[in-house]
Every structure is written in structure tokens, then in C-alpha cells.
């Protein structure tokens, strides 16, 4: 009974988000991309099947009040955009416990999370103060996840697929102290539809400050190449930089003098790591630095 109506609920889920993209449904009882600490991960039973799979997430040992459980990891390739909801089917523990969801960004792309380098977005913590199975829905937006980061950065990083996603448990005051025992059913992201056509007088240009130098590069996000184009006011000694989301220099496109006008110039990544990059327009009397995504 409990196997048939979590499938009930699944069918349920998905039918009502057609467009829906399932990222995990366990119906390939492969664990290899997991790994988890703190708490242990198993499937629900050898017979499971795609219709009924599902893994029992659990604590080996008693879990005492306002403590730390542990955190599982989903390591592969995972693209959630912007105003779009991080969907996780998950069992409750009818104690006073929560769940954080996080989305793991490799900016300096060396293959693993780095807290001094990367981007980590953590949402809010869920209850998981219920009976059963219920759809925990979080849409992605500033508002229900914080981006922890130490460099200048912002939710323009959902445009890359994420390395990861990741489950932290904790316990409250009022947990009665037990074993922990939950569950993930499915994994997806379900589009949000006011996002997938403008409002009437919108458009689909992004809300940066307007560029002074009318700056743009096109297409963005690109690969391997784009092109910059700028527009002088008048004649000046100009300067167009490339550089990498940690200040790095990349490459200087342009360093000369230059009469008004508009002007393209391409910038070409081959060679260079996916990620977050900017070009920085400077003048005898203006500096101005824009971004861009290189995705392969």
C-alpha cells in the first residue's frame, strides 16, 4: 500500500507539470554519482522498479535535539534556471527536523566544490515535520535561496549547470531523540510558467544598469566565441580586457587610440574552462565592466 501510493503521487507530480525534468526517479538503482556522510543511503527494497523506486535516507546511530545530521550529495550535471522550482519528492520523520537543498556551482572548474572559490545556493530550511510523502517545491529565486560566495557574484551562475545537489538534515529543540529515517523519491525541476513568455512591455533583455558605452556581446552565453561591440561618444584612447570571474586577466582584445564610433571586436574561449567571465571597456574618463558566459 505504502509503495502504491507513493506511485499515485509521482504520476500525480508529473502529470500535472508536463514539461517537467526529472533528474532522479532511483529507477536505475545506481547510487555511484551519491555519496553521503553523517547519514546512509539505501534503496527501499531489491524489488523496486520504476514505478516504486525510492531511497531510504537514515541514521545509524540516536539523533539528540538542535544537532547536525549529516548531508547526502548528488554529484553530476544539473541545470535549474532561474524562477523555476527545485522539485524533491521526500518522506517526512514526524519529528522536528528540516532539510536544506543546495545547488553546487565549480566556478574555477578543477571538478569539485571549493568554499574560498565556488558558489554554493542554499535554500531555506524545510520542515520535514510530517507524516508520509509530500513534494517539497522551492522555487529558485533570491528570496528562497542564499548564495553563499566570496567574490561579487549573483544568480546569473544558473545559466551553468550546477555540479551538484545536496541534502543537509539537521534537528531542532523539540526533536525526540531517535533514529532519523526519510527518503528522496524523485529529483526535478518544474518550469515556472509566468517564465516562459514575456509580460506584455517585457522583453527578454537582462536588467543590468544601462551600458554607457552601449556595450553588448552577442551571443551570450557562447561558445567558443562572441562578439563585443561598443560604441565611442567621441575619440579616446580605449582599452577592451578580458578577464576571469577571479580578476584574472585573459586576454586584452583592444589598447589603442580610437576615433567615435561603433566597433565589434571577437572574443574567442578555445582553450579556456567554462564559466563566468568579463570584459572591461576603459577611457582617459570612464571604466566600464560588463559579463559574459562561456558553456560548452
Known sequence: MKVLLLFTILLISVSLSAQVIIYDD?????????????????????????????????????????????????????????????????????NDATVRIELLYDIDNNGKYNEDKDILLMSKPVSLNFSGWKEVKIKLDEENFKLISKFNDDF????????????????????????????????????????????????????????????????NPFNPSTTISFTLKEGTYVKLTVYDRLGREVKTLLDENKPAGSYTIEFNASGLPSGIYFYRIKTDSKTEVRKMIFAK
Open 156 to 219: 546569473t551562475v544558473t545559466e551553468e549547470s550546477a555540479i551538484a545537489v545536496q541534502f543537509e538534515f539537521e534537528t531542532g529543540k523539540n526533536y525526540k531523540e531517535g533514529k532519523f529515517l526519510s527518503g528522496i523519491a524523485l529529483i526535478s525541476e518544474i518550469p515556472n510558467k509566468e517564465n516562459l513568455a514575456p509580460k506584455e512591455n517585457e522583453t527578454n533583455i537582462s536588467n543590468e544598469k544601462e551600458s554607457y558605452f552601449e556595450a553588448k556581446n552577442y551571443p
Open 26 to 94: 532511483f529507477s536505475k538503482k545506481d547510487l555511484s554519482s551519491w555519496i553521503w556522510g553523517g547519514v546512509e543511503m539505501k534503496y527501499s527494497h531489491e524489488t523496486d522498479n520504476k514505478e516504486n523506486g525510492y531511497v531510504e535516507i537514515f541514521s545509524s546511530q540516536k539523533v539528540k535535539p538542535n544537532s547536525y545530521i549529516g548531508k547526502t550529495t548528488k554529484s553530476s550535471p544539473i541545470l535549474f534556471s532561474v524562477g523555476n522550482y527545485v522539485n524533491v519528492m521526500m518522506q517526512g520523520v514526524n
